[in-house]
């Protein structure tokens, strides 16, 4: 019966999926400020402010690389992504369709739904730090693969079922939870920071310096883990949403904005999430890793239950539900587009099955860092065959959109620059040691050129 | 009543964020802090059903 009332909730709700938005849709792009603020302040800040401490980075490494690579991520979504949004106004799906047919967006979807399910476990991963506290949960640490004791394994299954149940009947619910969330949230990770301080010996703004330096970000990384310079933060700030910026997913949100400067509203959360949150989250981490027996310990639930008690430990679990939660149900609906007349509610349980697996291994929060990098890459070259396809290709007297007009089931230029550039990129990493962080500028370029190349080739 | 449910949403932030900068500044312990983020997070959410709407 609630399954009912939903499907028929959600088959009420108009997203303009296959036409462009109308004008009595679009929103004001200061609108966007909000949403891109809530976006980013989620689970995942609780994990990559550590990891950057446990990469060695130095202090001034890290201002000055957040600064510069968020602000190159909110360029990427203002000049890349919303001027194409605003003047196509579809969904990414849709103009993938167009440009590169429907099985080869099929097989996007597939790979995003996979990347989605990863991230979701990871989440669920974060959550079950904070859940196990009661029970004594021993700590995965950063070396850590497989699950290290059978608490975590009950704690991460209970934790995915009902994660998936949520998913399956009560996607609105989570979303509202979310949204009550987002300001306290952003609060808690500040509050938190600030409170152990002293601690650390921070008294006042003249001490932090010194004491970040030493003490914070040290610049020697922990034992097992890569060294990160300026530039792995830089890069990792910059392309750590290079799926949804250069690689062009925002294109379904920003389509609903008057103006390509709704691609600046995401320097709210650039700068609340990426850089305090991080920050922060990073703050709290050296003060567990100066009180720990186990330097290679790594668990967001303890570490913000010691600066922030029961408000700690209820933020970490709320921020990786919240995050979990819809990504398995855009996890769902992306597997879906491989056969629509699959009911939703199976798709999404099969999705939390997939994820809750996921989560079980710890290795997807320690290596979380690679991941997000690898999702964005995976994704990226689909982003430069639209770019490409929108203002390159009329220029050269291509056809644009070319299986639509051609009625064709994939788009050889596009499936092709999508795979060399894969190709190219784990080249770069095998043969010559470039790290996963620095491939995506060189691998835009290459799909860039390989889509314009192969268009003019398979004219 | 919605100012009420304003200024109570604005008292449950309030006592997430001002304690631990009273904790920073030597005037609270850590601990009577954790108390008051926690009271802040249930008035904050008390409020924020009210202020904010589905």
Same mark, same amino acid.
């Given at each position: 019966m609630k399954l009912t009332e939903l499907t028929e909730q959600l088959n009420s709700v108009e997203e303009f999926e296959r036409e462009p938005i109308p004008p009595k849709a679009i929103k004001k792009w200061t609108s966007f400020f909000g949403l891109y603020a809530g976006e980013h302040t989620a689970g995942t800040e609780f994990v990559i402010g550590p990891l950057f401490v446990a990469h060695g980075v130095s202090t001034g490494d890290l201002l000055g690389g957040l600064l510069v690579g968020n602000i190159l991520a909110?360029?990427?979504?203002?000049?890349? %992504?919303?001027?194409?949004?605003?003047? #196509?106004?579809?969904?990414?799906?849709?103009?993938?369709?167009?440009? %590169?047919?429907?099985?080869?967006?099929?097989?996007?979807? /597939?790979?995003?739904?996979?990347?989605? %399910?990863?991230?979701?476990?990871?989440?669920?991963?974060?959550?079950?730090?904070a859940v196990g506290i009661p029970f004594d949960l021993p700590l995965p640490k950063l070396t850590d693969?497989?699950?290290?004791?059978?608490?975590?394994?009950?704690?991460?299954?209970?934790?995915?079922?009902?994660?998936?149940?949520?998913?399956? !009947?009560?996607?609105?619910?989570?979303?509202? /939870?979310?949204?009550?969330?987002?300001p306290w949230m952003f609060l808690v990770f500040v509050a938190a920071a600030l409170a152990v301080l002293p601690e650390l010996g921070v008294h006042s703004l003249g001490d932090f310096w010194d004491v970040a330096n030493t003490k914070i970000w040290t610049g020697t990384p922990l034992e097992g883990q890569s060294k990160f310079t300026f530039w792995h933060v830089m890069f990792f700030s910059w392309f750590c949403n290079m799926a949804m910026h250069i690689g062009m997913a925002d294109m379904s949100i920003l389509r609903y904005a008057d103006s390509w400067k709704a691609?600046?509203?995401?320097?709210?959360?650039?700068?609340?999430?990426?850089?305090?949150?991080?920050?922060?989250?990073?703050?709290?981490?050296?003060?567990?890793?100066?009180?720990?027996?186990?330097?290679?310990?790594?668990?967001?639930?303890?570490?913000?239950?010691?600066?922030?008690?029961?408000?700690?430990?209820?933020?970490v679990i709320v921020a990786g539900w919240t995050t979990a939660n819809p990504t398995i149900y855009r996890a769902g609906l992306a597997l879906q587009s491989l056969s629509p007349q699959w009911k939703t509610w199976k798709v999404t349980l099969i999705v939390g099955l997939i994820t809750t697996i996921a989560a079980l291994f710890p290795a997807l929060v320690m290596k979380l860092l690679d991941f997000v990098a690898l999702y964005g890459l995976l994704l990226m070259p689909m982003g430069a065959v639209i770019f490409a396809d929108v203002y390159? !290709?009329?220029?050269?007297?291509?056809? /644009? #959109?070319?299986?639509?007009?051609?009625?064709?089931?994939?788009?050889?230029?596009?499936?092709?620059?999508?795979?060399?550039?894969?190709?190219?990129?784990?080249?770069?990493?095998?043969?010559?040691?470039?790290?996963?962080?620095?491939?995506?500028?060189?691998g835009w370029f290459v799909a860039t050129g390989l889509y314009v190349g192969l268009s003019k080739v398979l004219k | 009543?919605?100012?009420?449910?304003?200024?109570?949403?604005?008292?449950?932030?309030?006592?997430?964020?001002?304690?631990?900068?009273?904790?920073f500044n030597g005037s609270l312990s850590s601990s009577e802090n954790k108390n008051y983020m926690t009271i802040g997070m249930i008035i904050w959410f008390l409020a924020a059903t009210k202020l904010i709407k589905r």
């Amino acid at each position: 019966m609630k399954l009912t009332e939903l499907t028929e909730q959600l088959n009420s709700v108009e997203e303009f999926e296959r036409e462009p938005i109308p004008p009595k849709a679009i929103k004001k792009w200061t609108s966007f400020f909000g949403l891109y603020a809530g976006e980013h302040t989620a689970g995942t800040e609780f994990v990559i402010g550590p990891l950057f401490v446990a990469h060695g980075v130095s202090t001034g490494d890290l201002l000055g690389g957040l600064l510069v690579g968020n602000i190159l991520a909110v360029l990427s979504w203002a000049l890349l %992504c919303a001027p194409i949004a605003v003047r #196509e106004r579809i969904t990414l799906y849709y103009k993938l369709e167009k440009i %590169c047919g429907p099985t080869l967006t099929k097989t996007y979807n /597939v790979v995003n739904g996979l990347m989605f %399910c990863f991230l979701a476990g990871s989440m669920i991963a974060v959550s079950a730090t904070a859940v196990g506290i009661p029970f004594d949960l021993p700590l995965p640490k950063l070396t850590d693969f497989y699950p290290n004791s059978a608490t975590w394994v009950i704690i991460v299954l209970v934790i995915g079922l009902v994660t998936t149940l949520v998913a399956m !009947l009560g996607y609105n619910l989570i979303s509202y /939870v979310a949204n009550l969330a987002a300001p306290w949230m952003f609060l808690v990770f500040v509050a938190a920071a600030l409170a152990v301080l002293p601690e650390l010996g921070v008294h006042s703004l003249g001490d932090f310096w010194d004491v970040a330096n030493t003490k914070i970000w040290t610049g020697t990384p922990l034992e097992g883990q890569s060294k990160f310079t300026f530039w792995h933060v830089m890069f990792f700030s910059w392309f750590c949403n290079m799926a949804m910026h250069i690689g062009m997913a925002d294109m379904s949100i920003l389509r609903y904005a008057d103006s390509w400067k709704a691609g600046l509203g995401s320097v709210s959360g650039m700068f609340l999430g990426h850089y305090i949150a991080w920050t922060a989250s990073g703050i709290l981490y050296s003060i567990f890793l100066l009180n720990a027996t186990d330097k290679l310990a790594f668990a967001p639930g303890p570490v913000a239950y010691y600066a922030a008690g029961v408000a700690g430990i209820v933020c970490v679990i709320v921020a990786g539900w919240t995050t979990a939660n819809p990504t398995i149900y855009r996890a769902g609906l992306a597997l879906q587009s491989l056969s629509p007349q699959w009911k939703t509610w199976k798709v999404t349980l099969i999705v939390g099955l997939i994820t809750t697996i996921a989560a079980l291994f710890p290795a997807l929060v320690m290596k979380l860092l690679d991941f997000v990098a690898l999702y964005g890459l995976l994704l990226m070259p689909m982003g430069a065959v639209i770019f490409a396809d929108v203002y390159l !290709l009329p220029k050269l007297n291509l056809k /644009v #959109e070319k299986a639509e007009k051609e009625k064709l089931a994939v788009n050889w230029a596009a499936g092709l620059t999508w795979i060399l550039t894969l190709v190219f990129c784990l080249a770069l990493n095998l043969l010559v040691g470039i790290e996963i962080f620095f491939l995506g500028l060189p691998g835009w370029f290459v799909a860039t050129g390989l889509y314009v190349g192969l268009s003019k080739v398979l004219k | 009543m919605k100012l009420l449910w304003y200024l109570l949403g604005g008292l449950g932030l309030g006592l997430t964020i001002i304690p631990a900068i009273m904790v920073f500044n030597g005037s609270l312990s850590s601990s009577e802090n954790k108390n008051y983020m926690t009271i802040g997070m249930i008035i904050w959410f008390l409020a924020a059903t009210k202020l904010i709407k589905r």
